[in-house]
């Protein structure tokens, strides 16, 4: 039988690889931090491009999208937006960090079921799975508090006969997809050098009404981005972290997991 010479050394370049996509991964997740000062050095526009492009790729319920991104770089704008957050601290970082990016989690997601279907339809999904997804997306948004509680309720008494979906009210469900997207804007910004601060202290009554957000959009988190103010800065002492086994469990809750337990023997 005649081999081909190109397939002998796949199963190592595959594994040299995966070393150095792990490496390259382990290294941006390590070297991310929350800055604490921004240097006056504007960040690029391919830069934010691709920060945008890298954010959009996170995943999502139903590939709903129920995110913004809101860009905050005029002086004027960002004068505004550090009066609304809370703390020195976070005032600093916005005044400062050439850009901040507000995301915006939306409460009604399906406003945009149409967009949705359309998007989904242009990528050859049958038409049989796109009502399906329209129906999935109004169930699981968590749209209409009273509803919702009913879905709760059902899902409750339903739950000992058969398996029932685990439905959370609309800003709830909005978050956790938006903080999804925040996440890779974090390890994306790291990717390329730029220094980042997540932050809570905020006023979003007030970010709302400075920066023209409608009311659908709820605001989870906010983050200042820039370039370090010096080297030292960038290569702060790493905040702590749980051992493993105080987060991590196998099987049952409470059970040290046994690859954990390998470790230490």
Known sequence: MITSKLAVPRPRAFARLLSTSREAFSNIVYKRRTAYAFSAQEVQDDHLR???????????????????VLFVQGSPERQALSEC????????????????????????VTKET????????????????????????????????????????????????????????????????????A????????????ATAPMEGFDA??????????ERFAIPVVVATGHHESQENAAPKRSPRYAPEEVAYQDEFGRTPAFLKKIAD
């Open 50 to 68: 691709f920060l945008l492009e890298m954010t959009q790729r996170a995943p999502s319920s139903f590939n709903a999208q129920p995110y913004r």
């Open 114 to 181: 149409e967009k949705l279907l359309e998007l989904n339809r242009q990528h050859g999904k049958p038409q049989q799975a796109l009502s399906r997804l329209a129906a999935m997306v109004a169930y699981f948004s968590g749209e209409g508090v009273l509803a919702t509680r009913l879905k709760q309720v059902a899902g409750h008494l339903l739950s000992p006969t058969r398996p029932m979906p685990s439905v959370s009210l609309a800003d709830t469900w909005a978050f956790k997809n938006t903080m999804l997207a």
């Open 85 to 108: 957050m809370t703390g020195p601290a976070n005032v600093h970082r916005v005044k400062n960090a050439p850009v901040t990016a507000i995301f915006l989690a939306d409460l009604e």
């Open 205 to 214: 009554l007030r970010i709302r009404h400075a920066l023209k957000i409608p």
């Open 183 to 194: 996440d890779h804007y974090l390890l994306a910004a790291t990717a390329l050098g730029l």
